[in-house]
């Protein structure tokens, strides 16, 4: 169904732009019209023009995974309901807030009413919707059960997105720390130790070596910022092009796994998104070998998407999913053992989700632990950086006094 871009007035006389889908121009005014909307310019929205502003849009931002996950919820409540897709698009369409995403529904939908099925018309979009989420719509599809698929899928988004929540809490308040920390560092070496350090120099009185370091430290802040800022800078362009390259993602990819305080965490991390996407697959009708080379690209770990390739390796010489990850050293072997047992059960996807669940508990428990070890090391370092600047700076002073 073609799509027209238009101008118009509200009652209250506001200028109002949008886009609205409907066979001719004629009918997109009658609608607008039935909504008391006053036309005052539209176009027909051109499909390659649509097309590369699509790219355009792919390529600047995604929509927010919790978004996302309502989105998916309301669109299997109406499937759920008996309302035909295209229809449930189009309430989708009506209701949904930004524009955007709007967008992209408007798209979906004029494929599906053009014949496409609804897994091919959002593989168009890629930066909203992943390759898991397009097979587990496929699958859902060609079982007739899309609905459950869906409301299955939107669980499984919440429980990503509370886990980076997760994650992300644990991680914001020691950055904010150590960012105030550097600040307040920084302030003090390139503003207040210079004012200090010159009227010690006016003395003509010998400085302790403590005082010296810190004068070559502060003229190396007051003179060169510039020069620090833009090394700062392009480390990290350096960094972030290192992590580009499939060695460097893996070298850093080790480095949290193993880190001492913030390892365990990332790893229980890895683990728990490991065996809720597999079980959110298998549950959705997809084989085993199908749903690992899945994981294997949306896990978002290197050191574990090796893995995960040797495991599908092994199944497909006839082996089981259990054995390979017990010679992993990353998986835990009660992980590796619970797996087994559900194979053996014919029960896998439930046990899946209990190692979920359960690692859900524990990463709850390394926030805590990574919290309260973290925040007594920086402010311990902090202190000891502050506490240089004081004893460099109160030292002349006190032999100034006893002189």
Known sequence: MPIFQYDALSTAGKLVKGTIDADTARDAREKLRRQEVRVTNMTKVD????????????????????????????????????????????????????RRTEMVLRDIREKVVSGGNLAESMSYHPSVFSD???????AGEASGNLDEVLNRLADYLQKQASLRGKVAAALTYPAIMMMVGVGVVVFLMSYVVPKITAILESR?????????????ISWLFENYWMAMLVGVLVGLVAFKIFLASERGRLWFDIFLIRAPVIGPLFKKQAISRFTVTLSALLKSGLPALDSLKIVARVVNNSVLTRVINKVAEHIMEGADISTPLKHSKIFPPMVAYMIAVGEQSGQLEDILDRVSEAYDEEIDLAVQ???AAVEPMIIIALAVVVGYIIMAVLMPLLQFNNL
Request: net charge positive; glycine share 4%.
């Open 47 to 98: 499909a390659a023009k649509k097309t590369k502003e699509r790219k355009v849009f792919v390529l600047e931002r995604k929509i927010n995974i919790r978004s996302l996950a309502i989105l998916t919820r309301q669109l299997s409540t109406l499937l759920g309901s008996g309302i035909h897709l295209a229809e449930s698009l189009k309430a989708l369409i009506e209701q949904v807030g930004d």
């Open 132 to 138: 898991l989420y397009i097979n587990m719509v496929k």
């Open 204 to 216: 003509d009185q010998v400085l302790p070596w403590t005082t010296v370091s810190l004068m070559k």
């Open 369 to 371: 632990k990574m919290t």
